[in-house]
């Protein structure tokens, strides 16, 4: 089976850095994505891991290590749009399935 | 370009009814799929096909059926509705495989869906 973990909630203030980490325990693994939904809407892809190490697109960053089963995403410069709901998701060779963390609500405070 | 777009986007059934979802996409993918999202648990696999005329089962197919008759759609049915299926459903479409592409999942608006 699949397992995904990472915090439920974390509260940030604007301006600052936040960083959520997802764990994973998967067999047939084929990449970490990270994807953003507000409130009452679809997901969205935020960002990929393939290979251990540090992916960084504009003020998101996204890194992953294999070995450990381990991946975080870091949000800089936070913004009040920024709050929202932060989903860890890993990728298995069958079928292009993902299977999907419950999400890390994140709440943006001035 | 519309992307993925679902049908119905609220729906409110009785205990027993049946109902089916319609999910199409315009982006040429070959792969698609059907979630459900609840409180406190994620988005679970429900259905997925790799392509038109096949399907398989996810995480919590029990209680739903799936067809693909054509590339471009998707269809969930309910054949007899139970309160325990009120959720929202998501429909969600990839590539097999495209170079210079990550191959992420895109994913329609919802459908909201209630079961009394």
């Known amino acids: 089976g699949q397992n995904i973990d990472q915090p439920t909630e974390m509260t940030a203030t604007e301006g600052a850095i936040v960083q959520i980490n997802c764990t994973y325990q998967t067999s047939g693994f084929n990449g970490l994505f990270w994807y953003q939904q507000h409130a009452g809407e679809a997901p969205t892809f935020l960002s990929y891991?393939?290979?251990?190490g540090l992916e960084e697109k504009g003020r998101f960053s996204s890194f992953l290590s294999r070995s450990k089963g381990y991946s975080y995403l870091l949000l800089k410069e936070l913004q009040m749009k920024d709050s929202a709901s932060y989903l860890c998701a890993v990728r298995v060779l069958t079928g292009n399935q993902f299977y999907f963390g419950t999400g890390t609500s994140l709440t943006v405070i001035p | 370009n519309a992307g993925v777009t679902q049908t119905p986007k609220f729906r409110v059934l009785k205990t027993g009814q049946s109902m089916t979802l319609l999910c199409a996409q315009d982006m040429n993918h070959e792969y698609m799929y059907w979630y459900r999202q609840d409180p406190g648990m994620g988005l679970r696999l429900i259905h997925y096909s790799v392509g038109e005329g096949t399907t398989a089962k996810g995480e919590v197919p029990d209680g739903y059926n799936v067809s693909r008759l054509k590339k471009q759609n998707f269809l969930l049915g309910l054949e007899s509705a139970a309160p325990s299926q009120t959720s929202v459903y998501f429909c969600?479409?990839?590539?097999?495989?495209?170079?210079?592409?990550?191959?992420?999942?895109?994913f329609g608006p919802g459908t909201r869906l209630t079961v009394l």
């Open positions: 891991n393939v290979l251990d």
């Open positions: 969600a479409s990839s590539y097999s495989f495209q170079r210079g592409s990550y191959n992420e999942q895109f």
